[in-house]
């Protein structure tokens, strides 16, 4: 199955940590995650390549960090210093050559 699955979401207040993970499998050019604030667009919140290269979205820049484990097909989203504004349903990527897979989500709320 090529779906990747989300895990790590939850409530927090602002100020905490959340990690997120999102598993998958096959030959990874490149892992994102996403989010979905409530009513707004989705929108590109990290990237990272199979090199390890990495880019950020300037909300997120300094506070978010994403990192892979190529051998496990697994990234990782460490989020800290977490604002309500970061309320969203967090999507994972994964592209493979020739076509890209999305997950379902999971859901990270944070309260003032």
């Known amino acids: 199955q090529l779906q990747p699955v989300e895990s790590g979401g939850g409530l927090v207040q602002a100020g905490g940590s959340l990690r997120l993970s999102c598993a998958a499998s096959g030959s990874i050019v490149s892992m994102a995650w996403y989010r979905q604030p409530p009513g707004k667009q989705r929108e590109l919140v990290a990237t990272?390549?199979?090199?390890?290269?990495?880019n950020y979205a300037d909300s997120v820049k300094g506070r978010f960090t994403i990192s892979r484990d190529n051998a496990k097909n697994t990234v990782y989203l460490q989020m800290n210093g977490l604002k309500p504004e970061d309320t969203a349903v967090y999507y994972c990527?994964?592209?493979?050559?020739?076509?890209?897979?999305w997950g379902k989500g999971t859901l990270v709320t944070v309260s003032p």
């Open positions: 990272i390549s199979s090199g390890g290269r990495t």
């Open positions: 990527n994964v592209v493979r050559v020739g076509m890209d897979s």
